[in-house]
């Protein structure tokens, strides 16, 4: 058996580098299926994969919008006691993608048309087979881990109506109650404030409107693994839907699972740079840096600077990011005076002293009695703010 | 001489005074290799209590009707197989999250090597070479030397019958078995966090599921060496003991032990030298009335 399995596992491998070479997963055997998902004998070679015949071209994965999906499915393949279950597919695939995407139901996800769930799960219980669940299992594990949670129920009849005395539900108008369902916008918070268990410092204060808006991050960046119990909590009645952020909050989490939020992008290794006595204002690049973000460079997104989401410091000398301001190339309009003929010729140097264009000009090295901004050597086109 | 080596003394000189099973006698059994089993994995169970309802239907047991076991307040007390219950589930805080409790099924283990078949003075209790554990009402004499051998405390006496009360726990639905259909709780679990197949099968697929996910569970196979191995397997996300499973050596539970610790065992004791002999003299009799 132990040189059965290690032969697999090299022809596995084997062909797990040859999906790497064409630029596919390249551990595709350590994925959490089974490799008889795919193959349908017991030792796969290169040569003879034995692959079971689905739509497979590569295995990439697909993900279509939720609102192309199907808005209603009716599952009826093992109507028994119960009516057929009307499930509101296309919300289900709207709010999946706060929750891990497509995969977390489809999690045999390939290019082309989707799976359906009977390809891979019998819908017989007395099999010989029983690697993977029945159908009725699978459905059922896809669906109450995450209902549970939220209602705290696990009955029946919450997602199936009992059929009694023949009563049979009337599908179309279910489908027409719930087709076009969609979760209402959610509403962004600007800043959440929790509160820990740190000594030297309760508050952590989270501005989150600046992540999204200023540091430019999807919603999925942090919120992929959630589940609906994340806002919705039905046993809670005073929960986050409710919650208006406007008192300190504490997370029901442990410690490193609260710090991996953050930890992608912040170290955690400093706590105070987060935990503070009181409530923390907004990030301000002037007082984090020392160098204020004037107009021009407060609209860029951070990395439009920090490249590769590396928010080191950066050289602050214009050339450093505008390479073509070289003296003699430089266009002074676009800063909104155009120079007169006396000053074109001029080295930056001769106003700017010591380069440091941040700092008002000087006039002191050719004039006595002239300073800027009340005189100006040239035009000005638009309101120079300093 | 302490009390426990005395009592153990006692039950020594018991069985050996009345016919008890030899367990030597045993060596002949051949059991099958493919013998079947259930695999409950603990992660898995919603604890939908859908179990217990089609458990007492097919033993026509009283039962209440299905939709009524979706209460969960029989969550706040533990509660243990009996004899209007062949099965149970409890349900234990999970402490990876709080909202997800665990729910666990109870119910005979079908041990391989079962103490309530060798604890038996009758051969009530029968372990068939397919898996089951089963017994048999019209031999059973009611001494429950059984209920204090077995290391899950399984076997139930009904305590409210003056007559002939009888012995019950879990037959894994032989009888359904043997129509070709699955137990009645295997069939109905909408999860499937009961498998049904052979049981060398359902190792490796627990195994396989502990490869897969060892975040999701912990590495014990509960059942696969426990007392000898059990055709009921169990597969949990943390710590058997922290379930309520007895800790249990691989060392099948030879009969009577002092090893067994649970609370029937200290409250029983006393009375089970003057079963032992009781039930000798009821099996005689009872052989005798059979003759006549
Ligand atoms: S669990 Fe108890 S009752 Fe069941 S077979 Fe084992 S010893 Fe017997
Ligand atoms: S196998 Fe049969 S007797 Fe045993 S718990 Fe399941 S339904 Fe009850
Ligand atoms: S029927 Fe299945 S899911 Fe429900 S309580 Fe029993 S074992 Fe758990």
């Known amino acids: 058996m132990k040189k059965l399995s290690s032969l697999l596992l090299i022809n596995l491998f084997l062909i797990s580098s040859l999906f790497a070479q064409q630029n596919v997963e390249p551990k595709h055997f350590q994925q959490q299926i089974d490799c008889k998902t795919c193959h349908k004998c017991d030792v796969p070679t290169k040569d003879d994969p034995c692959l079971i015949a689905c739509p497979r071209v590569k295995m990439l994965k697909t993900y279509p919008s939720p609102e192309s999906s199907p808005s209603v499915l009716i599952i009826k393949k093992l109507e028994d006691r119960y009516n057929p279950v009307v499930f509101s597919h296309r919300i289900h695939a709207q709010m999946s993608e706060l929750s891990g995407g497509c995969e977390t139901c489809h999690h045999y996800n390939t290019l082309g048309p989707i799976l359906s769930c009977n390809e891979c799960h019998s819908i017989k219980r007395l099999r010989d087979d029983v690697r993977n669940p029945d159908l009725k299992g699978a459905y059922h594990q896809q669906c109450i881990t995450c209902h549970r949670q939220w209602n705290h129920k696990a009955d029946c009849i919450s997602c199936h109506e009992l059929k009694k005395n023949g009563n049979k539900i009337n599908i179309q108008q279910k489908i027409a109650e719930i087709g076009n369902k969609l979760h209402p916008k959610v509403k962004e918070p600007t800043k959440i404030v929790f509160e820990t268990n740190y000594n030297k410092g309760k508050l952590v204060t989270f501005y989150h409107n600046d992540h999204t808006k200023i540091f430019g991050l999807d919603c999925v960046s942090c919120h992929k693994n959630d589940n609906c119990i994340f806002c919705h909590d039905k046993k809670d009645e005073i929960n986050y839907k409710t919650l208006i952020y406007d008192k300190p909050i504490k997370l029901n989490l442990a410690e490193s699972e609260r710090h991996k939020m953050c930890s992608d992008c912040h170290k955690t290794s400093d706590c105070n740079l987060c935990h503070k006595e009181d409530i923390a204002k907004p990030f301000n690049h002037g007082i984090s840096t020392c160098w204020a973000l004037n107009n021009f460079h407060k609209q860029l997104t951070c990395i439009k600077c920090h490249k590769k989401n590396k928010f080191i410091k950066l050289n602050n000398q214009c050339i450093s990011c505008h390479k073509d301001w070289t003296e003699g190339k430089f266009n002074h309009k676009i800063t909104g005076l155009i120079l007169d003929e006396n000053h074109t010729d001029l080295d930056c140097s001769d106003c700017h002293i010591n380069m440091e264009f941040i700092k008002k000009p000087t006039c002191d090295n050719c004039h006595d009695e002239k300073s800027f901004p009340k005189d100006k050597p040239g035009k000005l086109i638009k309101k120079v703010k300093p | ?292």
């Open chain 2, 1 to 292: 001489m302490d009390r426990r080596n005395f009592l153990k003394a006692a039950a020594i000189a018991c069985t050996a005074a009345i016919p008890a099973k030899d367990l030597k006698a045993n060596e002949k059994f051949k059991i099958d290799e493919d013998r079947v089993g259930v695999l409950v994995d603990t992660t898995i169970c919603i604890g939908c209590r859908n179990c217990e309802w089609a458990c007492k239907k097919a033993h026509n047991l009283s039962t209440e009707p299905l939709e009524k076991y979706s209460n969960r307040e029989v969550f706040e007390n533990k509660r243990r197989p009996n004899n209007k219950a062949l099965t149970v589930v409890n349900q234990f805080y999970n402490p990876k999250n709080s909202q997800l409790p665990i729910d666990v099924k109870v119910q005979c283990m079908h041990c391989d090597e079962p103490a309530c078949v060798s604890a038996c003075i009758v051969h009530a209790i029968t372990k068939h070479k397919e898996g089951p554990v089963t017994w048999d009402s019209t031999m059973c004499i009611g001494c429950r030397y059984c209920m204090v051998a077995c290391p899950f405390q399984i076997p139930a006496f009904e305590y409210d019958k003056a007559l002939q009360p009888k012995i019950m726990k879990c037959d894994f639905c032989i009888d359904r078995q043997k129509e070709g259909k699955l137990p009645a709780c295997v069939e109905i679990c909408p999860t499937e966090t009961l498998t049904f197949g052979k049981r060398k099968d359902l190792i490796e697929i627990a195994r396989d599921r502990i490869k897969r996910k060892p975040n999701r569970y912990s590495n014990h196979i509960l059942g696969e060496h426990e007392v000898g191995g059990t055709s009921w397997l169990y597969l949990a996300g943390q710590d058997f003991s922290k379930l309520d499973f007895p800790k249990l050596v691989s060392d099948p539970a030879p009969g009577v032990t002092e090893s067994i610790q649970h609370g029937i065992f200290a409250y029983f004791i006393p009375p089970i030298a003057l079963y032992a002999l009781l039930g000798g003299i009821m099996w005689i009799n009872k052989n005798k009335s059979g003759e006549e």
